[in-house]
């Protein structure tokens, strides 16, 4: 990937992309800049949880469940739900984007699980470590030669 940006992206013609200075987003979790990394380093344009789908109501029809995928890209209609727990972990998740499916047939939706990212991660040729449970869990780009986690 060369040298490292800081991701004040820019699209191929030099276009600023829809969205603010990456250390301006507050990213649920580490490997979600990461991906949002390897978006700007392809040029995609993405929004970053920009709906929340109900997807749940009580008997009197308020909504007591969302559900909101991480990244979402324009230029295919798609959402992106990235999980980078443990197999074990995501069936939550997995409830979620199916009842997100049911609701919403219209909406596409990619889930990227942990073996997906760091799939990813190493055709960038970045390094993945895993993250303890109470650091948020699953995996993340190692920080060596990288800040935070960033891509090279």
């Known amino acids: 990937m060369g040298n490292r ?3 004040n992206a820019q699209g191929a013609a030099g276009e600023a992309l829809a969205h603010p200075p990456l250390d301006q987003i507050e990213f ?3 490997s979600e800049r990461v991906a949002a990394e390897i ?8 929004q970053y949880e920009p709906t929340s789908f109900p997807i749940q109501w009580d008997g009197e029809g308020n909504v007591i469940a969302y559900f909101t995928p991480d990244f979402y ?3 295919f209609d798609l959402y992106i739900e990235l999980t980078t727990m443990s197999q074990k972990l995501v069936t939550k998740k997995n409830r979620k984007v199916r009842r997100l499916k049911e609701l919403y047939p219209e909406v596409n939706i990619k889930v990227f699980y942990q073996k997906d990212f760091r799939a990813l991660l190493a055709r960038f040729g970045v390094t993945s470590e895993a993250r303890e449970h109470a650091d948020g869990g699953g995996f993340v780009a190692s920080p060596d030669g990288s800040e935070s986690g960033r891509l090279p």
């Open 39 to 46: 978006l700007d380093y392809y040029r995609i344009a993405w």
């Open 5 to 7: 940006a800081d991701t």
């Open 73 to 75: 890209l324009s230029d």
């Open 28 to 30: 649920a979790h580490a």
